[in-house]
């Protein structure tokens, strides 16, 4: 009932920001937490970051912290990925993902998710 349609494939340079993006259909986009989580080559699935239904409340992993930010617009339905002085191990796929409850850290958590997005970040 809900897809999750993610911003493109992009390659950057390090140090480097972009912003990801991702449209949710289906129901009310309001009725969502979201998360962003991400996926490097032979390494498990990580949390980035969450924000609740109204973006009143966030939570960042320690590793992003102050370069990252998440962000909504439930006008638009998309949910957001800031991401500032990239690096080369910021390499992965990233994926959004959304949960009909409260913010969560756990991919486990969430019942929705977009297919991923390749983010490679060059020297």
């Known amino acids: 009932q809900v897809q999750l349609v993610a911003s493109g494939v992009v390659s950057v340079q390090a140090g480097a920001s972009l912003r990801l993006s991702c449209a949710v259909s289906?129901?009310?986009?309001?009725?969502?937490?979201m998360g962003w989580f991400r996926q490097a080559p032979g390494k498990e699935r990580d949390f980035v970051a969450t924000?609740?239904?109204?973006?009143?409340?966030?939570e960042y992993a320690d590793v992003v912290k102050g370069r990252f930010t998440i962000s909504r617009d439930n006008a638009r339905n998309t949910v957001y990925l800031q991401m500032n002085s990239l690096k080369p191990e910021n390499t992965a796929v990233y994926y959004c993902?959304?949960?009909?409850?409260?913010?969560?850290?756990?991919?486990?958590?969430?019942?929705?998710w977009g297919q991923g997005t390749q983010v490679t970040i060059s020297l």
């Open positions: 924000i609740s239904m109204r973006g009143g409340s966030t």
């Open positions: 993902a959304a949960r009909a409850r409260i913010i969560a850290t756990m991919a486990v958590s969430y019942d929705y």
């Open positions: 289906g129901r009310t986009f309001s009725c969502y937490s």
